[in-house]
């Protein structure tokens, strides 16, 4: 014969979706779950209304005036089932073998004593009168301690929120978050429990500290974004719950996902230099160009980041192969002043640009934008002078030509990046304009420079007129 607790446990992992249908819905909707075993049998309960459960789990003590609980097994063709209604002396019990009404004593009780404790533990029959029970006698360890002897999640759930509705002390908190959210596997029951009890988890620092732990427990990258994001937005969080949720986004496959925890957490007010420099640097996870620039963009958004973040999102620029997305970010952060340290490695980076029009573009900003010492633009000068395209070389040097103040070093880089182009119009062209700035230093080695420079140039034409820019 197959064991009573066989047939619940069976009952309710097929069950599962209409119990929790049903009892969400209004009381009066009520509880019904149903499991059918191929012909071997089949077990159906059906319950309304507020039923109180014995101490001993083996009887009903009431049942309110609305309600009802009906309980039905079959196996192998043996039917029995138990019908228990409120009545003005107490309980009706009609307790029936097949289709046979049969005294409730002795059978129908030691029946109901028998299937009573598997059924309250397998569903929510009873829930309420069960966790008030546990709490009266041992606060909310007992109830939590009870529901990790549960048998499905949805119960488990079930159970979890209605120890919330207790005058449960906030000390609490913390205990029951890593009690509850252990035991339940489910990352959708997970969730509904911490998303009905956030207000509360969120009170105090360990309570939230175990919430947000609790989240590097969930498989799924949707639910566990789902409760940081509604943690988040609770307000201001702690450093060290900054640092939990870091942890738990790395271990995110979704790159969306990531993305939009990290931009939930820089909205935070309270973070430090050092963590926005972590969460930048926790960037280089993310896999998609895409994302990994929104969220750097959002990080770039902060004002007055330190060296070390400007350095971090360098390093996590290093990782994107699009070029479009490494300018869009460049362009940004070039925006910020930066340090002599930071500028080399940009420049450095900026070797990786396959597209002249994008390299061109930051190089170009980065004039414009940045104060650069002599060995920097000279530095930035050679990076640039490497490309192909003579457009935009000629386009750069003419532009590095107008900065102020260009040394005797600065104007040879120049030279020596304009000898590089192919072009006789566009090598006239920077020829020219450097012309002014040869004369004004009016140094012997520079104009030698200059005239090598104008030697590779074809036409007589152009060459005159390179030559007559110095006389």
């Known amino acids: 014969m197959i064991r009573i607790s066989t047939f619940l446990t069976l009952c309710l992992v097929v069950s599962t979706a209409i119990a929790q249908d049903v009892a969400s819905s209004t009381r009066k909707k009520g509880f019904h779950f149903s499991f059918g075993d191929y012909g071997i049998g089949n077990f159906n309960v059906q319950s309304r ?11 009903v003590k009431s049942i309110s005036s609305d309600g009802y609980l009906e309980i ?23 307790y029936y073998e097949g289709r046979t009404l049969v005294p409730f004593e002795p059978e129908g009780r030691k029946w109901l004593s ?10 929510t029959v009873g829930a309420e009168s069960r966790v008030n029970r546990f709490f009266r006698a041992g606060g909310a360890k007992a109830v939590t301690d009870e529901i990790s ?6 119960v488990k759930e079930a159970y979890a929120g209605l120890l919330m509705t207790q005058p449960v002390a906030a000390r609490d908190y913390a205990m029951i978050v890593a009690n509850v959210t252990s035991t339940i596997e489910s990352d959708h029951y997970n969730t ?15 309570s939230s500290t175990a919430l947000f732990s609790a989240t590097k427990r969930l498989e799924s990258d949707h639910y566990k974004t789902e409760v940081i994001k509604a ?8 450093v060290e719950n900054i640092k939990i949720l870091l942890e738990a986004s790395s271990g995110m496959e979704s790159d969306h996902y990531k993305t939009e925890v990290f931009t939930e957490l820089l909205r935070q007010n309270n973070l430090t230099e050092p963590i926005v420099a972590e969460m930048i640097a926790a960037t280089k996870s993310i896999e998609s160009d895409h994302y990994k620039s929104i969220v750097l963009g959002k990080a770039l958004d902060k004002r007055d980041l330190s060296a070390t973040a400007h350095q971090r999102v360098l390093e996590s620029i290093g990782t994107v192969e699009s070029d479009h997305y490494k300018a869009q970010i460049l362009n ?10 930071t500028q080399t490695t940009l420049m450095d980076l900026m070797t990786s640009f396959e597209s002249d029009h994008y390299l061109n573009t930051v190089a170009t900003n980065m004039l414009k934008s940045q104060s650069l010492t002599d060995a920097s633009f000279q530095k930035l000068v050679s990076v640039i002078g490497h490309q192909e395209s003579d457009f935009y070389l000629s386009n750069f040097l003419t532009e590095a030509l107008k900065q102020p103040g260009i040394t005797k070093g600065g104007l040879q880089e120049i ?11 566009y090598i006239t062209e920077v020829l020219i304009q450097a012309a002014p700035k040869v004369k004004q230093i009016n140094d012997a080695a520079v104009k030698d420079q200059y005239r090598m420079a104008a030697k590779k140039i074809e036409s007589e034409t152009y060459y005159g007129r390179a030559i007559r820019a110095i006389d």
């Open 49 to 59: 209304g507020k039923v109180e459960i014995s101490d001993d789990d083996k009887d």
């Open 72 to 94: 039905t097994k079959t196996v192998f063709g043996s039917r029995r089932s138990l019908v228990i209604t409120p009545s003005g002396t107490g309980l009706k019990r009609e």
């Open 114 to 123: 028998e299937i009573l404790p598997e059924l309250v533990r397998s569903s």
């Open 149 to 154: 002897r549960l048998e499905s999640d949805y």
């Open 192 to 206: 509904e429990f911490l998303k009905k009890g956030l207000e509360k988890f969120m009170s105090t620092k360990e």
């Open 231 to 238: 943690g988040l937005r609770q307000g201001p969080i702690t």
């Open 332 to 341: 940004q952060l070039i925006s910020s002043k930066l340090s002599p340290e």
């Open 415 to 425: 030279l020596t990046a304009t000898s590089r182009i192919e072009s006789d119009h």
